[in-house]
């Protein structure tokens, strides 16, 4: 992973975090945009203009990949240097939360 990817993702973003965990599997723009809805009990709403522009520079930096196209729908998925970036962030994640943890 070059400086740069880390420099730009490392801490990450709640909006590059969720897109990289939600193409763990094949998926459009909008079916991110119900995923994370989803899964932060709609505390999260990633606006149209907010997860198009993170794809395209997602996709430009080498993060995630386009697979193909369904329906007009352009489908992304992870890439390894992708999980790569998410994996460096989960572990930045679970050691602020050990660290609170023992503080408190």
């Known amino acids: 992973m070059d400086s740069h990817i880390r420099k730009v993702y490392v801490p990450m973003t709640e909006t590059a975090f969720y897109i990289l965990l939600c ?12 995923m ?5 009990d709609g505390e999260i709403r990633l606006a149209p203009g907010t997860m198009y522009g993170s794809l395209s520079k997602m996709e430009k930096d080498k993060l995630i990949q386009f697979v193909r196209e369904e329906e007009k729908r352009k489908i992304y998925e992870i890439t390894d240097l992708g999980r790569e ?13 050990k660290n ?5």
């Open 23 to 34: 193409l763990q599997k094949p998926n459009h723009g909008y079916g991110i945009v119900q």
């Open 100 to 104: 609170a943890q023992e503080e408190l």
């Open 85 to 97: 970036v998410l994996q460096l962030e989960r572990k930045r994640i679970e050691r602020l939360y």
């Open 36 to 40: 994370v809805e989803k899964m932060t």
